[in-house]
Protein backbone atom coordinates (compact mmCIF):
# COMPACT_ATOMS: atom_id res chain seq x y z
CA UNK A 1 0.00 0.00 0.00
CA UNK A 2 1.17 3.22 -1.23
CA UNK A 3 1.69 6.60 1.07
CA UNK A 4 -0.47 8.28 -0.50
CA UNK A 5 -3.23 5.86 0.13
CA UNK A 6 -2.22 5.61 3.58
CA UNK A 7 -2.55 9.51 3.97
CA UNK A 8 -6.31 9.61 1.88
CA UNK A 9 -7.24 6.98 4.40
CA UNK A 10 -5.76 9.46 7.43
CA UNK A 11 -7.67 11.97 6.41
CA UNK A 12 -10.92 10.10 6.23
CA UNK A 13 -10.54 8.49 9.50
CA UNK A 14 -9.93 11.95 11.14
CA UNK A 15 -12.94 13.87 8.92
CA UNK A 16 -15.23 10.71 10.55
CA UNK A 17 -13.86 11.07 14.43
CA UNK A 18 -14.29 15.30 14.27
CA UNK A 19 -17.84 15.07 12.16
CA UNK A 20 -21.22 15.37 14.25
CA UNK A 21 -22.90 11.80 15.50
CA UNK A 22 -25.00 10.99 12.24
CA UNK A 23 -22.79 12.04 9.60
CA UNK A 24 -20.68 9.24 9.35
CA UNK A 25 -22.34 7.45 6.35
CA UNK A 26 -22.71 10.95 4.87
CA UNK A 27 -18.92 10.96 4.88
CA UNK A 28 -18.16 7.88 3.49
CA UNK A 29 -20.93 7.41 0.96
CA UNK A 30 -18.87 10.90 -0.62
CA UNK A 31 -15.46 8.19 -0.38
CA UNK A 32 -16.93 5.15 -2.08
CA UNK A 33 -13.54 4.08 -3.61
CA UNK A 34 -11.83 4.13 -0.01
CA UNK A 35 -14.37 1.86 1.83
CA UNK A 36 -12.31 -1.77 1.59
CA UNK A 37 -9.97 -3.55 3.41
CA UNK A 38 -6.77 -1.17 3.30
CA UNK A 39 -9.50 1.09 5.39
CA UNK A 40 -10.08 -1.02 8.08
CA UNK A 41 -6.77 -1.86 8.08
CA UNK A 42 -5.86 1.58 8.82
CA UNK A 43 -8.79 2.30 10.74
CA UNK A 44 -7.71 -0.79 13.59
CA UNK A 45 -4.35 0.71 13.41
CA UNK A 46 -5.47 4.36 14.23
CA UNK A 47 -7.70 3.00 16.86
CA UNK A 48 -4.79 1.68 18.46
CA UNK A 49 -2.92 4.47 19.03
CA UNK A 50 -5.60 6.64 20.03
CA UNK A 51 -6.24 3.45 22.72
CA UNK A 52 -2.41 4.02 23.72
CA UNK A 53 -2.54 7.32 24.11
CA UNK A 54 -5.72 7.01 26.80
CA UNK A 55 -8.10 8.04 24.27
CA UNK A 56 -10.83 4.73 24.59
CA UNK A 57 -13.80 6.19 23.78
CA UNK A 58 -12.62 7.66 20.42
CA UNK A 59 -10.78 4.25 19.39
CA UNK A 60 -13.59 1.95 20.68
CA UNK A 61 -16.06 4.11 18.15
CA UNK A 62 -13.29 3.80 15.82
CA UNK A 63 -13.45 0.41 16.03
CA UNK A 64 -17.34 0.04 15.76
CA UNK A 65 -17.38 1.63 12.57
CA UNK A 66 -14.29 -0.32 10.96
CA UNK A 67 -16.64 -3.80 12.04
CA UNK A 68 -19.24 -1.88 10.40
CA UNK A 69 -17.00 -1.29 7.11
CA UNK A 70 -16.09 -4.69 7.12
CA UNK A 71 -19.41 -6.01 7.47
CA UNK A 72 -19.94 -3.87 4.37
CA UNK A 73 -17.75 -4.59 2.38
CA UNK A 74 -18.40 -8.26 2.61
CA UNK A 75 -22.29 -7.62 2.02
CA UNK A 76 -20.92 -5.22 -1.22
CA UNK A 77 -18.71 -8.84 -2.31
CA UNK A 78 -21.69 -10.87 -3.02
CA UNK A 79 -24.12 -10.00 -5.77
CA UNK A 80 -27.43 -8.36 -4.48
CA UNK A 81 -30.75 -8.12 -7.13
CA UNK A 82 -31.54 -4.66 -7.06
CA UNK A 83 -35.26 -3.29 -5.05
CA UNK A 84 -38.05 -4.14 -7.85
CA UNK A 85 -40.17 -1.20 -8.89
CA UNK A 86 -43.27 -2.29 -6.56
CA UNK A 87 -40.39 -2.02 -3.72
CA UNK A 88 -38.73 1.29 -4.62
CA UNK A 89 -42.76 2.82 -4.71
CA UNK A 90 -43.15 1.19 -0.86
CA UNK A 91 -39.42 3.37 -0.01
CA UNK A 92 -41.21 5.96 -1.27
CA UNK A 93 -44.60 6.12 0.51
CA UNK A 94 -43.17 5.41 3.53
CA UNK A 95 -40.96 8.28 3.27
CA UNK A 96 -43.91 10.31 2.62
CA UNK A 97 -45.72 9.02 5.37
CA UNK A 98 -42.46 10.20 7.85
CA UNK A 99 -42.81 13.90 6.44
CA UNK A 100 -46.11 14.36 6.24
CA UNK A 101 -46.69 12.76 10.18
CA UNK A 102 -47.06 14.71 13.58
CA UNK A 103 -43.69 14.70 15.54
CA UNK A 104 -43.62 11.43 17.81
CA UNK A 105 -45.44 9.46 15.05
CA UNK A 106 -42.56 8.12 13.21
CA UNK A 107 -42.12 5.64 15.27
CA UNK A 108 -45.18 4.13 15.14
CA UNK A 109 -44.99 4.49 11.20
CA UNK A 110 -42.04 2.42 11.52
CA UNK A 111 -43.35 -0.23 13.30
CA UNK A 112 -45.66 -0.95 11.12
CA UNK A 113 -43.13 -1.04 7.96
CA UNK A 114 -40.33 -3.03 9.25
CA UNK A 115 -40.00 -4.78 6.66
CA UNK A 116 -38.39 -1.55 4.42
CA UNK A 117 -35.74 -0.73 6.84
CA UNK A 118 -33.16 -2.26 4.70
CA UNK A 119 -30.38 -0.47 2.69
CA UNK A 120 -32.94 -0.08 0.14
CA UNK A 121 -34.50 2.97 2.27
CA UNK A 122 -31.61 4.24 2.99
CA UNK A 123 -30.51 4.74 -0.42
CA UNK A 124 -34.34 6.32 -1.12
CA UNK A 125 -34.20 8.55 1.78
CA UNK A 126 -30.73 10.42 -0.04
CA UNK A 127 -32.44 10.37 -3.76
CA UNK A 128 -35.68 12.31 -2.29
CA UNK A 129 -33.39 13.98 0.15
CA UNK A 130 -31.68 15.61 -2.96
CA UNK A 131 -34.96 16.23 -4.80
CA UNK A 132 -35.66 18.46 -2.20
CA UNK A 133 -32.49 20.28 -1.80
CA UNK A 134 -33.62 21.46 -5.90
CA UNK A 135 -36.96 21.79 -4.58
CA UNK A 136 -35.25 24.73 -2.05
CA UNK A 137 -36.29 22.36 1.05
CA UNK A 138 -33.54 22.06 2.52
CA UNK A 139 -34.95 21.82 5.99
CA UNK A 140 -36.82 18.48 5.44
CA UNK A 141 -33.58 17.02 3.01
CA UNK A 142 -31.34 17.70 6.18
CA UNK A 143 -34.11 16.39 8.34
CA UNK A 144 -34.41 12.97 6.13
CA UNK A 145 -30.49 12.58 5.59
CA UNK A 146 -30.34 12.58 9.46
CA UNK A 147 -32.88 10.01 9.43
CA UNK A 148 -31.00 7.93 6.85
CA UNK A 149 -28.21 8.31 8.13
CA UNK A 150 -29.24 6.68 11.75
CA UNK A 151 -31.77 4.22 10.16
CA UNK A 152 -27.96 2.60 8.45
CA UNK A 153 -26.60 2.20 12.24
CA UNK A 154 -29.76 0.73 13.51
CA UNK A 155 -31.57 3.51 15.01
CA UNK A 156 -34.71 5.63 13.53
CA UNK A 157 -34.31 8.92 14.33
CA UNK A 158 -37.58 11.16 15.42
CA UNK A 159 -38.61 14.88 14.08
CA UNK A 160 -36.30 17.35 16.28
CA UNK A 161 -38.22 19.57 17.60
CA UNK A 162 -40.09 20.65 20.91
CA UNK A 163 -42.81 17.77 20.80
CA UNK A 164 -45.16 17.24 23.12
CA UNK A 165 -43.78 13.69 23.40
CA UNK A 166 -40.49 14.75 23.98
CA UNK A 167 -41.69 17.27 26.90
CA UNK A 168 -43.32 14.32 27.65
CA UNK A 169 -40.32 12.59 27.79
CA UNK A 170 -38.04 14.75 29.31
CA UNK A 171 -40.52 15.17 32.64
CA UNK A 172 -40.99 11.21 32.92
CA UNK A 173 -36.86 10.76 32.74
CA UNK A 174 -36.69 13.48 35.52
CA UNK A 175 -38.92 11.72 37.05
CA UNK A 176 -37.56 8.66 36.97
CA UNK A 177 -34.37 9.82 37.73
CA UNK A 178 -35.57 11.33 41.20
CA UNK A 179 -37.76 7.94 42.06
CA UNK A 180 -34.65 5.47 41.61
CA UNK A 181 -32.84 6.35 44.42
CA UNK A 182 -29.63 5.29 43.67
CA UNK A 183 -30.43 2.16 41.31
CA UNK A 184 -30.10 2.96 37.78
CA UNK A 185 -32.27 0.17 36.53
CA UNK A 186 -35.15 1.89 35.89
CA UNK A 187 -33.65 4.56 34.32
CA UNK A 188 -31.76 3.05 31.90
CA UNK A 189 -35.06 1.50 30.42
CA UNK A 190 -36.65 4.06 29.75
CA UNK A 191 -33.84 5.46 28.10
CA UNK A 192 -33.44 2.00 26.02
CA UNK A 193 -37.04 2.58 25.11
CA UNK A 194 -36.84 6.19 24.10
CA UNK A 195 -33.54 6.34 22.13
CA UNK A 196 -35.23 8.36 19.21
CA UNK A 197 -36.25 11.04 21.94
CA UNK A 198 -31.92 10.55 23.07
CA UNK A 199 -31.17 13.86 20.51
CA UNK A 200 -29.69 17.01 21.07
CA UNK A 201 -33.39 18.95 20.75
CA UNK A 202 -33.51 16.98 24.36
CA UNK A 203 -30.67 18.92 25.49
CA UNK A 204 -31.74 22.27 24.21
CA UNK A 205 -35.27 21.19 25.84
CA UNK A 206 -33.87 20.74 29.12
CA UNK A 207 -31.74 24.06 29.00
CA UNK A 208 -35.22 25.65 28.14
CA UNK A 209 -37.00 24.12 31.00
CA UNK A 210 -34.72 24.44 33.92
CA UNK A 211 -34.51 28.11 34.25
CA UNK A 212 -38.37 28.40 35.01
CA UNK A 213 -38.53 25.53 36.94
CA UNK A 214 -35.78 26.48 39.51
CA UNK A 215 -37.36 30.13 39.59
CA UNK A 216 -40.51 28.71 41.39
CA UNK A 217 -39.20 26.56 43.82
CA UNK A 218 -37.82 26.62 47.24
CA UNK A 219 -34.18 26.03 47.97
CA UNK A 220 -34.70 22.74 49.21
CA UNK A 221 -36.82 22.27 46.07
CA UNK A 222 -33.93 24.16 43.56
CA UNK A 223 -31.35 21.29 45.83
CA UNK A 224 -33.71 18.78 44.77
CA UNK A 225 -33.82 18.93 41.02
CA UNK A 226 -30.20 20.12 40.48
CA UNK A 227 -29.48 16.35 42.26
CA UNK A 228 -31.52 15.01 39.21
CA UNK A 229 -29.62 16.88 36.81
CA UNK A 230 -26.09 15.70 38.71
CA UNK A 231 -27.58 12.47 38.61
CA UNK A 232 -28.78 12.32 34.86
CA UNK A 233 -25.83 13.22 33.93
CA UNK A 234 -23.58 10.77 35.28
CA UNK A 235 -26.08 8.46 33.80
CA UNK A 236 -25.65 9.46 30.44
CA UNK A 237 -22.05 9.87 30.36
CA UNK A 238 -21.62 6.23 30.75
CA UNK A 239 -24.45 5.13 28.74
CA UNK A 240 -23.72 3.37 25.66
CA UNK A 241 -26.50 3.22 23.41
CA UNK A 242 -27.95 5.75 20.73
CA UNK A 243 -25.51 8.48 19.53
CA UNK A 244 -22.80 9.22 22.27
CA UNK A 245 -22.48 12.75 20.77
CA UNK A 246 -26.01 13.30 21.95
CA UNK A 247 -26.09 11.70 25.21
CA UNK A 248 -22.97 13.85 26.29
CA UNK A 249 -24.40 17.13 24.67
CA UNK A 250 -27.31 16.07 27.16
CA UNK A 251 -25.12 15.22 29.99
CA UNK A 252 -23.38 18.99 29.47
CA UNK A 253 -26.90 20.79 29.63
CA UNK A 254 -27.59 18.75 33.03
CA UNK A 255 -24.61 19.57 34.89
CA UNK A 256 -24.59 23.09 33.62
CA UNK A 257 -27.81 23.53 34.75
CA UNK A 258 -27.18 21.91 37.76
CA UNK A 259 -24.74 24.52 38.18
CA UNK A 260 -26.88 27.41 38.35
CA UNK A 261 -28.09 25.95 41.86
CA UNK A 262 -24.53 24.37 43.05
CA UNK A 263 -22.94 27.49 43.37
CA UNK A 264 -19.14 27.83 44.73
CA UNK A 265 -19.88 30.46 47.37
CA UNK A 266 -23.31 28.43 48.88
CA UNK A 267 -22.50 24.84 48.05
CA UNK A 268 -18.60 24.54 47.44
CA UNK A 269 -17.93 20.54 47.46
CA UNK A 270 -20.91 20.24 45.01
CA UNK A 271 -20.00 22.58 42.41
CA UNK A 272 -16.50 21.36 42.33
CA UNK A 273 -17.53 17.51 42.19
CA UNK A 274 -20.42 18.83 39.17
CA UNK A 275 -17.24 20.61 37.61
CA UNK A 276 -15.08 17.59 37.53
CA UNK A 277 -17.73 15.73 36.33
CA UNK A 278 -18.51 18.31 33.40
CA UNK A 279 -14.27 18.04 32.67
CA UNK A 280 -14.95 14.56 32.37
CA UNK A 281 -17.79 14.84 29.74
CA UNK A 282 -16.18 17.47 27.83
CA UNK A 283 -13.05 15.14 27.51
CA UNK A 284 -15.44 12.16 26.42
CA UNK A 285 -17.06 14.87 23.84
CA UNK A 286 -13.79 15.77 22.02
CA UNK A 287 -13.70 12.94 19.84
CA UNK A 288 -17.33 13.41 18.23
CA UNK A 289 -16.45 17.15 18.19
CA UNK A 290 -15.97 19.08 15.18
CA UNK A 291 -13.77 21.41 17.14
CA UNK A 292 -12.19 18.87 19.70
CA UNK A 293 -9.61 21.37 20.85
CA UNK A 294 -12.49 23.77 22.65
CA UNK A 295 -13.69 20.78 24.23
CA UNK A 296 -10.26 19.97 25.28
CA UNK A 297 -9.82 23.32 26.63
CA UNK A 298 -13.38 23.42 28.44
CA UNK A 299 -12.58 20.48 30.35
CA UNK A 300 -9.55 22.13 31.40
CA UNK A 301 -11.28 24.86 32.78
CA UNK A 302 -13.90 23.13 34.81
CA UNK A 303 -11.22 20.98 36.19
CA UNK A 304 -9.26 24.32 37.09
CA UNK A 305 -12.22 25.56 38.48
CA UNK A 306 -12.90 22.31 40.38
CA UNK A 307 -9.29 22.90 42.08
CA UNK A 308 -10.00 25.88 43.90
CA UNK A 309 -11.85 23.78 46.25
CA UNK A 310 -10.57 20.64 46.11
CA UNK A 311 -7.22 21.38 47.69
CA UNK A 312 -4.19 19.36 48.57
CA UNK A 313 -4.80 20.40 51.96
CA UNK A 314 -8.37 19.86 52.76
CA UNK A 315 -9.41 17.19 50.17
CA UNK A 316 -6.27 15.58 48.98
CA UNK A 317 -8.12 12.87 47.33
CA UNK A 318 -10.06 14.98 45.65
CA UNK A 319 -7.38 17.20 44.37
CA UNK A 320 -4.54 14.47 43.23
CA UNK A 321 -7.71 12.82 41.32
CA UNK A 322 -8.85 16.20 39.92
CA UNK A 323 -5.23 16.65 39.19
CA UNK A 324 -5.16 13.34 37.21
CA UNK A 325 -7.91 13.91 35.01
CA UNK A 326 -6.09 17.83 34.32
CA UNK A 327 -3.05 15.69 33.43
CA UNK A 328 -4.69 13.61 30.61
CA UNK A 329 -6.46 16.65 29.37
CA UNK A 330 -3.21 18.69 29.10
CA UNK A 331 -2.03 15.04 27.43
CA UNK A 332 -5.15 15.82 24.87
CA UNK A 333 -4.93 18.85 24.17
CA UNK A 334 -1.13 18.69 22.69
CA UNK A 335 -1.80 17.54 19.16
CA UNK A 336 -4.60 20.29 18.69
CA UNK A 337 -2.44 22.80 20.45
CA UNK A 338 0.43 25.29 18.79
CA UNK A 339 2.94 24.61 21.52
CA UNK A 340 2.32 21.08 22.17
CA UNK A 341 5.53 20.78 23.96
CA UNK A 342 4.42 23.24 26.64
CA UNK A 343 0.50 20.92 27.06
CA UNK A 344 2.51 17.56 27.44
CA UNK A 345 5.22 19.35 29.87
CA UNK A 346 1.95 20.20 31.75
CA UNK A 347 0.90 16.92 31.68
CA UNK A 348 4.14 15.58 33.22
CA UNK A 349 3.48 18.43 35.95
CA UNK A 350 -0.36 17.60 36.80
CA UNK A 351 0.65 13.77 37.03
CA UNK A 352 4.08 13.92 38.90
CA UNK A 353 1.79 16.43 41.42
CA UNK A 354 -0.92 13.87 41.84
CA UNK A 355 1.56 11.42 42.80
CA UNK A 356 2.16 13.08 45.88
CA UNK A 357 -0.90 12.03 47.44
CA UNK A 358 -1.33 8.89 44.98
CA UNK A 359 1.29 6.67 46.54
CA UNK A 360 1.74 3.16 46.27
CA UNK A 361 1.63 2.24 49.41
CA UNK A 362 -1.63 4.23 50.29
CA UNK A 363 -3.62 4.30 46.85
CA UNK A 364 -1.91 1.72 44.81
CA UNK A 365 -4.22 1.32 41.85
CA UNK A 366 -4.27 5.33 41.51
CA UNK A 367 -0.67 5.56 41.43
CA UNK A 368 -0.22 3.14 39.07
CA UNK A 369 -2.77 4.40 37.03
CA UNK A 370 -1.00 7.77 36.93
CA UNK A 371 2.50 6.48 36.88
CA UNK A 372 1.15 5.01 33.48
CA UNK A 373 0.20 8.52 32.49
CA UNK A 374 3.56 9.91 33.38
CA UNK A 375 5.04 7.55 31.18
CA UNK A 376 2.88 7.82 28.04
CA UNK A 377 3.03 11.60 28.06
CA UNK A 378 7.20 11.41 28.84
CA UNK A 379 6.82 9.17 25.58
CA UNK A 380 5.01 11.62 23.85
CA UNK A 381 7.36 14.43 24.65
CA UNK A 382 10.22 12.53 23.43
CA UNK A 383 10.29 13.73 19.74
CA UNK A 384 10.07 17.69 21.22
CA UNK A 385 13.01 16.89 23.66
CA UNK A 386 16.49 18.20 22.92
CA UNK A 387 17.18 14.54 24.88
CA UNK A 388 14.20 12.06 23.29
CA UNK A 389 16.51 9.16 25.01
CA UNK A 390 16.24 10.67 28.34
CA UNK A 391 12.63 11.49 28.14
CA UNK A 392 11.91 7.44 26.18
CA UNK A 393 13.65 6.12 29.44
CA UNK A 394 11.54 8.38 31.71
CA UNK A 395 8.84 6.59 30.03
CA UNK A 396 10.27 2.77 30.52
CA UNK A 397 10.49 3.40 34.26
CA UNK A 398 7.45 4.73 34.91
CA UNK A 399 5.53 1.90 32.67
CA UNK A 400 8.24 -0.69 34.53
CA UNK A 401 7.20 0.91 38.11
CA UNK A 402 3.25 0.24 37.25
CA UNK A 403 3.87 -2.88 36.35
CA UNK A 404 4.39 -3.42 39.95
CA UNK A 405 0.72 -3.18 40.68
CA UNK A 406 -1.10 -3.80 37.26
CA UNK A 407 -0.07 -7.78 37.63
CA UNK A 408 -0.95 -10.23 34.99
CA UNK A 409 -2.99 -12.41 37.56
CA UNK A 410 -5.00 -9.53 39.44
CA UNK A 411 -5.52 -6.69 36.76
CA UNK A 412 -5.08 -8.60 32.98
CA UNK A 413 -6.22 -5.93 31.22
CA UNK A 414 -3.99 -2.85 32.49
CA UNK A 415 -1.19 -5.23 32.94
CA UNK A 416 -1.17 -6.23 28.73
CA UNK A 417 -1.66 -2.37 28.42
CA UNK A 418 1.20 -1.11 29.98
CA UNK A 419 2.99 -3.92 28.89
CA UNK A 420 1.91 -3.02 25.03
CA UNK A 421 3.24 0.88 25.93
CA UNK A 422 6.18 -0.77 27.59
CA UNK A 423 7.08 -2.93 23.96
CA UNK A 424 6.36 0.63 22.09
CA UNK A 425 8.79 2.70 24.33
CA UNK A 426 11.56 0.05 24.36
CA UNK A 427 11.24 -0.05 20.05
CA UNK A 428 11.28 3.69 20.06
CA UNK A 429 14.66 3.62 22.39
CA UNK A 430 16.63 1.36 20.11
CA UNK A 431 17.69 4.36 17.61
CA UNK A 432 19.39 6.08 20.72
CA UNK A 433 21.33 2.60 21.83
Not at 174 to 189: F, K
Request: hydrophobic letters at 40%; charged letters at 20%; aromatic letters at 8%.
Amino acid sequence: MDDQRLSVYAELIIKLLKCPSGEENTILNAHPELLDEGLVAAMQHYSETLRQQGNSDAAAFLENLAQQIAKFIRQDDSPQEPPSAERQQAYVDLIQLLLACQAGEEQRILGAHSELLDQGLVSMCEQVAHRLVEQNNQQWAAWLRNFAAQLANGVTAAKTSHSNEQEAFLMQLLQTVADSNGDPASVLSLLSAHLSLLNTDLAALLSDWFPGAIEQADEGQRQALAAVLDNLGSLLQEYQLGSSRSNLLIAIEAYTNALRVYTEAELPQAWAITNVNLGIVYSKLAPFSENPKQQIENAIEAYTNALRVFTEAELPEDWADTTNNLGSAYSSLAPFSENPKQQIENAIKAYTNALRIRTEAELPQAWATTTKNLGSAYSILAPFSENPKQQIENAIEAYTNALRVFTEAELPQAWADTINNLGSAYSKLAPFT
